[in-house]
């Protein structure tokens, strides 16, 4: 089963709001991935974090790690009509392949 | 342009019917998987390869197999379409230490089994 945990399953925001979706694992991560699936799409990447604590931003994207690497969060400010997708975080401790949790799908009202 | 190319994009099966689904990288990616993605259950892995010759089974292996003779495509095979596998499949491509670019995925085949 999955081993990645990501609340909630849908997220619906007035446009201009901020929110955060959460991954949460059963086990420690030694780093931990998100990706972006426009819908109709595939999933892009759009980062890898590696450090406990570790906090990395794109634009109006905040990624951060937790201290105990058992749980990442993605927060958006401002959400935009582009932000609409489903973000998924993964689990790359086996190098060549992934464990995804079930994502978060976002809806945006203009 | 570079990436993963997977054919086809749309296919209808009947079920028992058999079929190949293509996948091929152009980026010297050891690393490729298949995964299928469901409402609601995010994407899992079929079956993985970590490079030509070598393969192994993912979370989902039943009714699929796969081969890698070359570095550079990796199909998938349904022997034997049952409903249940009606799915949209990905197809993704890496490399060690890919941390910095993570996966590549292709567009996609959406797979109705009737």
């Known amino acids: 089963g999955q081993q990645v945990m990501q609340i909630p399953q849908y997220q619906h925001v007035q446009e201009g709001e901020d929110f955060t979706t959460y991954c949460n694992s059963s086990t420690t991560l030694s780093n931990i991935q998100w990706y972006k699936q426009r819908p109709g799409g595939h999933p892009v990447f759009l980062i890898q974090l590696v450090k406990s604590g570790e906090v990395k931003k794109q634009k109006r994207l905040t990624f951060q790690f937790g201290e105990a690497k058992k749980n990442s969060s993605l927060h958006i400010t401002a959400t935009q009509t582009t932000d609409v997708g489903t973000y998924f975080c993964?689990?790359?401790?086996?190098?060549?392949?992934?464990?995804f949790g079930a994502g978060t799908t976002v809806t945006v009202r203009a | 342009n570079a990436g993963v190319t997977q054919t086809p994009k749309f296919q209808v099966l009947k079920t028992g019917q058999s079929m190949t689904l293509q996948c091929a990288q152009d980026m010297n990616h050891e690393y490729m998987s298949w995964y299928r993605q469901d409402p609601g259950m995010g994407l899992r892995l079929i079956h993985y390869?970590?490079?030509?010759?070598?393969?192994d089974q993912g979370e989902v292996p039943n009714g699929y197999n796969v081969s890698r003779s070359t570095t550079e495509d990796f199909p998938l095979r349904l022997l034997s379409a049952a409903p249940s596998q009606t799915s949209v499949y990905f197809c993704?491509?890496?490399?060690?230490?890919?941390?910095?670019?993570?996966?590549?995925f292709g567009s996609g085949t959406r797979l109705t089994v009737v």
């Open positions: 993704a491509s890496s490399s060690p230490g890919q941390g910095l670019y993570g996966y590549t």
């Open positions: 993964a689990d790359p401790t086996n190098d060549y392949k992934l464990s």
């Open positions: 390869s970590v490079g030509a010759g070598i393969t």
